[in-house]
């Protein structure tokens, strides 16, 4: 198979370098694509620096400004596809995900359609969260199965490994949601076209650099954005 891993970034310009080696070291012949949203700490320029280090492993997809988390992947996905790649790996650029799963996420995604990082697929296997945040995170996970049904234990994350086939059948044009709903809806739309979708542990670690772009306005917008998903017509 012929992986690539999309970053998308914001200010993340201390955490960038790390990421990209840490991949590299993984094996497997991950490429890497970075997608930045015009970052002012200069996380672009750095992208540009790695993409010339490392020619045809690491690209960067350089946007003007920030549109939102949802459309960031929905162009870098495009951008993947129509370079050929046959496994793109979604997954925080702040080395909250690391990259030490990705061989495992590559093995289980040749006989599934879509692989979810699951933070609480064995218990809570989450580090240097405060209690406020984890209660959140599991009433919008619980919130989320009963409005839509799907039975995943971790419907927010942002660590999924996808097919090709998959991605190319959910209608990325057809993606209504940007922030974090985005996670939600593109689960939802694979669910809901029966492809395979498997859960595999993985513990999630908080950023040690930089500042969380999750804040409760944006939790609270991607709750009410769960029911327009139940009502629209998807498949």
């Known amino acids: 198979m012929n992986p690539v891993v999309v970053l998308p970034t914001y200010n993340e310009a201390e955490n960038l370098r790390e990421i990209v080696s840490q991949i590299h070291q993984q094996p497997g012949g991950f490429h890497i694509l970075i997608v930045d949203d015009g970052s002012p700490d200069g996380t672009g320029e750095i992208a540009d620096e790695l993409s010339g280090e490392f020619p045809g492993k690491v690209r960067a997809l350089r946007r003007t400004r920030r549109e939102g988390l949802g459309q960031a992947y929905v162009a870098a996905f495009r951008y993947a596809l129509k370079l050929g790649y046959d ?66 234990t971790d419907l927010t994350s942002g660590f999924k490994c996808w097919r090709r086939e998959t991605l190319e059948a959910i209608g990325l044009d057809r993606i209504i949601s940007n922030g974090y709903l985005f996670q939600i809806e593109t689960t939802y739309r694979a669910h809901k076209m029966k492809f395979r979708i498997v859960e595999v542990s ?22 009410l954005g769960v029911i327009r998903l139940r009502l629209k017509r998807i498949g």
């Open 87 to 152: 496994v793109i790996v979604q997954m925080d650029a702040d080395l909250s995900h690391s990259p030490t799963y990705l061989p495992g996420m590559l093995r289980e995604i040749e006989n599934s359609d879509l692989v979810l990082g699951s933070r609480y697929v064995r218990g809570v296997n989450v580090v240097n969260w405060d209690l406020k945040r984890l209660i959140l995170s599991k009433l919008a996970t619980t919130y989320t199965r009963l409005v839509t049904g799907m039975r995943f």
């Open 202 to 223: 993985i513990i999630f670690y908080e950023r040690n650099f930089g500042r969380s772009k999750i804040n409760f306005r944006i939790i609270l917008e991607a709750l």
